[in-house]
DNA sequence: GCTCGGCCTTGACGCAGATCAAGAAAAGGC
DNA sequence: GCCTTTTCTTGATCTGCGTCAAGGCCGAGC
């Protein structure tokens, strides 16, 4: 936290890891310039929060690297997780000065963050980063869409194996072992906690389904984190998804 | 049906009911005029299907008036309503040439739709159009997590009333009986399973909150579908909702 | 008027998942 | 190394909601 801003140096956009998919994704090199001399980064540990829900937010941002959660808390303490916040996706809503969420950090986690006025200024004048900002919220409304049947009709297992395969389907292309046998093999990103949070179970739920998802068959675990999927379509069809669907996306 | 472009005679925009809530809100009188000659409009009936998920879509366009829903399917038959399109709501997704949700009539609704093709076209050199598109689809999102919380940590009588509070504030601002008394009176657009495929439960339970909630004077009946909220913040604290949370919306 | 079909309510019962509880296994901290 | 804390597992029991079933209400059609 003390050396938030003194990373040795800002590295160059153009070698930035997340250049093609985040909200700068379709800008020019005129377009990024601009955006370079506004962009500033911030670290944050694992574990620590990055914003509370209804705090005052003066900046907008994308994680460049590490994971975070976005979570919505009920006055007695019951919580459901709303988003998964990935390398390249975008925290914040322009035209908004007061965060609707939680963003936590779920790992170290590095954001590159521009304050709200300058890129609001910036997006009214640059249709690229408006464009794909609306390309990316209209992903996440689809994500959210598709997560609200998974809360809303699916049971404990399925609800389990709907995470697992999207997890594994986002490694995948990555870490493919084996090119075409269907072996995944990836580190789950969250505790059980987060992961109840995020199905809307309780944690022992949640060990319960994966110790019989595992006696199953259907993965395998070294320690607790570490997952192997031996056939993905079979994961496929545990979460209730067509075992084709997952060829769509 | 068969008249669907016949409507007696195509509406001047500058009348329409949804000209300053729609994606066109924010059009120039030269902008609406150049998106007046593309529009057409369509009529559907109570109970029919506009679109089946997977179909080809070769329009968007905006709900008039009427009620529609989106909602996805799984295999087995357990269906999820995913979105409640109301007056001024945008269907459909440019850049996306297939259906991702059926989307049904509740009610009669006329719709005032575009070919993607142009309208893709327009939105391109429109940017008053995407700024729009793209803060409706922020606000979607938006009701989309909110509704995620109801889904994954709500008992079925929070998520009942969290459903009416909903549709009470919607029509609070028109209805409004006794300015200040809190009583809000409305009717309900949707049937007991379309509510329950709306809140994942079963349309007994649905009934049977229902009852519970009318039993304890949290709301008053006529008939199936008339009803009156004596006390809206008592509602909003059987919704699980901060009661104070409804002013800031 | 009567009957039919859609929509809704209510009851009885069972089960998936929550809750309560105890302890095992890693992960740090010193 | 040891001790503390966090994370996870597993068991026992409870309960909210689903499931199955029966019947009421009301508008539409004849």
């Known amino acids: 936290m003390l050396n938030e801003r003194s990373l040795s140096a800002v590295p ?30 911030r670290k944050f540990e694992a574990g620590q929060s990055i914003i509370w829900a209804g705090d005052r937010m003066d900046f907008v941002g994308s994680v460049v690297s590490g994971i975070a959660t976005l979570s919505q808390a009920m006055e007695d303490g019951r919580t459901q997780m709303v988003g998964l916040l990935l390398p390249s996706d975008f925290v914040g809503r322009p035209g908004r000065n007061v965060a609707a969420y939680d963003v936590v950090a779920t790992t170290d986690v590095v954001m590159c963050c521009f304050r709200r006025a300058p890129f609001e200024d910036m997006m009214q004048r640059t249709p690229h980063i408006a464009q794909r900002l609306l390309e990316m919220t209209l992903d996440e409304l689809d994500a959210a869409r598709e997560w609200m049947l ?34 995944v093999v990836f580190d789950l990103p969250l505790t059980r906690e987060a992961m109840a949070d995020y199905l809307g179970l309780t944690l022992e739920t949640v060990s ?15 320690g607790k984190r570490h997952v192997t999927v031996p056939d993905m379509s079979r994961l496929m069809e545990e979460a209730g998804d067509d075992a084709d669907g997952g060829l769509l996306v």
Do not use: F, W
Request: hydrophobic share 35%; net charge positive; charged share 35%.
């Open 12 to 41: 160059d956009c153009s070698e930035c890891p997340i250049r093609h998919r985040a909200v700068c994704a379709r800008c020019e090199s005129d377009e990024l310039e601009k955006l370079e001399q506004i962009k500033y980064y």
């Open 150 to 183: 998974v809360l809303g009709r699916k049971t404990a297992r399925e609800k389990i194996a709907s995470l697992l395969s999207i997890i594994a389907r986002r490694d995948a292309t990555l870490n493919m072992r084996g090119p075409e046998t269907g072996v």
């Open 208 to 222: 319960r389904q994966i110790s019989a998802l595992r006696k199953d068959g259907v993965i395998e675990l070294e």
